[in-house]
């Protein structure tokens, strides 16, 4: 029987066949609950993931002018809960280390501004509702993570709400606004693309709201803004978050009564479209540092669907590279070398920084050099036993061999993300810093 995770659930019961509808997923995930020590208020977080901060869009919601409006967000993430500060002001604390990110355990305590939070996990679970679809559109993944994300896409598809798409960049942000546009109700209108961040605010101002004849120098007809021309059907607003200030007013208003006023224009337009928005940012850090309108965001934010990076479910790779391969044109038979266990599994052990996208990129360019191209070192996620046969000799030796470089590498890496600061790196490793300088020296690393 499978051992069971201290914070989630069952292992052998996450996922099930189903042989009428193959793969039906039911993930669970451990409740918690954040316990403010000032009055004893409990927050109770059913589905695993929640944001403080003193706005009222909080889930947690603090009376505290020292916490940030969207402070931190605490999640169960695999098999352990995770604090990420979210751009605050006066930062993030764990027991009173401060953090970027880190890990809690039942019991610490979280400190946001002057208050503190205690974190208990319950012992209950919560079911998340998944898609029973392995693809949406043109995305694919039989992950929950990318089920999870099917099924709220599913949701938005049949409804005219307005969708922020989160996620690194090449994650498919594109292709699901498509895939949203597809299979919605304004699938005969226009899809019409804006990237808010590859134009001036000028050009970028009139691209969206458009403008009268000699409304500006060079204005010598008058152009329609792209939320008039795409009557009836969508626009993708791309880079959201690179959006200018000056322009976030004019947008809120097309969001709350879908109107526009062209440049040079007196009376407001009335307009008929759906909005898809997407960032590879964290709009919160952003609506922390006043570069980024909280009325906006939340207008932005009726549904929020986060895709996952390729790496978080790096199980779905075969197939999404088989499927990017058949979209390239190739076939097992004609490129049997690009379908091969053993190159698709080098595949595997890259780190796609640039997800989807550098796949597609990479097996393009195996496709033209017509050579199963394997991942530059750069790209390849570290691993204990890469660059050196640890297969030969005494077993105790080989052992100490592999258990150093381990060593040495996740250290490296463990203080590069905290920039150095070993306190801070001391609690994701779950370590107390005695320990972790004691490490640190053996391998001849110094801290910041």
């Not at 919605?184 to 209108?189: I, L």
């Not at 010598?220 to 690179?242: H, M, N, P, Q, Y």
């Not at 190739?330 to 796949?359: D, K, Y």
């Not at 036993?385 to 890496?413: H, I, N, Q, S, W």
Request: one cysteine or more; a neutral charge; charged letters at 25%.
């Amino acid at each position: 029987m499978a051992e069971q995770d201290p914070l989630v659930g069952p292992a052998d019961e996450t996922i099930r066949v189903v042989p009428a509808s193959g793969y039906r997923l039911a993930p669970t995930v451990r409740r918690f609950r954040l316990i403010n020590d000032a009055d004893g208020a409990i927050s109770e977080c059913l589905l695993g993931r929640c944001q403080v901060g003193s706005h009222a869009g909080a889930e947690v919601q603090l009376a505290d002018a020292t916490v940030s409006r969207f402070h931190c967000e605490v999640l169960i993430e695999g098999q352990r809960a995770l604090v990420k500060d979210l751009g605050s002001t006066n930062g993030t604390f764990i027991d009173g280390v401060r953090v970027k990110e880190g890990y809690l355990k039942h019991g610490s305590v979280l400190g946001v501004g002057n208050s503190k939070l205690r974190f208990e996990l319950d012992e209950k679970v919560s079911a998340l509702p998944v898609s029973q679809e392995p693809t949406f559109g043109t995305l694919r993944g039989n992950h929950p993570s990318m089920r999870q994300a099917f099924m709220m896409l599913e949701k938005a598809a049949k409804t005219d709400a307005t969708v922020l798409l989160e996620g690194e960049t090449g994650t498919g942000k594109s292709r699901a606004a498509q895939a949203l546009h597809s299979a919605g109700a304004r699938k005969d209108g226009p899809f019409l693309v804006v990237d808010c961040g590859a134009l001036p605010p000028s050009l970028l101002e009139a691209e969206l709201f458009g403008h009268e004849k000699g409304a500006f120098t060079g204005a010598t007809s008058k152009r329609l803004g792209v939320f008039e021309e795409a009557k009836g059907g969508t626009v993708f607003l791309d880079e959201i978050g690179e959006l200018p200030l000056e322009l976030q007013p004019r947008l809120l208003r097309v969001l709350e009564d879908r109107q526009v006023r062209r440049l040079g224009q007196n009376q407001w337009t009335q307009v008929d479209v759906r909005i898809v928005a997407a960032t590879h940012r964290d709009l919160r850090a952003n609506v922390n540092t006043g570069t980024f309108r909280s009325d906006l965001y939340f207008r932005l934010a009726v549904v929020r669907v986060t895709l996952p990076s390729l790496r978080e479910h790096a199980d779905d790779l075969p197939d999404i590279a088989k499927a990017l391969l058949k979209d390239l044109g190739v076939t097992e038979r004609s490129h049997p070398a690009l379908f091969a266990p053993a190159f698709i599994a080098q595949l595997q052990q890259a780190a796609w920084p640039g997800n989807v996208r550098e796949l597609r990129n990479h097996l393009e360019r195996c496709i033209v050099f017509e050579t199963p191209e394997v991942p530059s070192r750069n790209d390849v996620v570290t691993n204990p036993g890469a660059g050196a046969d640890f297969t030969r000799g005494p077993l105790v030796d080989a052992r100490k061999k592999a258990v150093e470089r381990f060593e040495k590498e996740y250290l490296t890496a463990l203080l590069e993300r905290h920039g150095g600061k070993v306190s801070q790196a001391a609690v994701e490793a779950d370590v107390d810093r005695v320990s972790l300088y004691r490490l640190m020296r053996k391998h001849g690393l110094k801290p910041e």
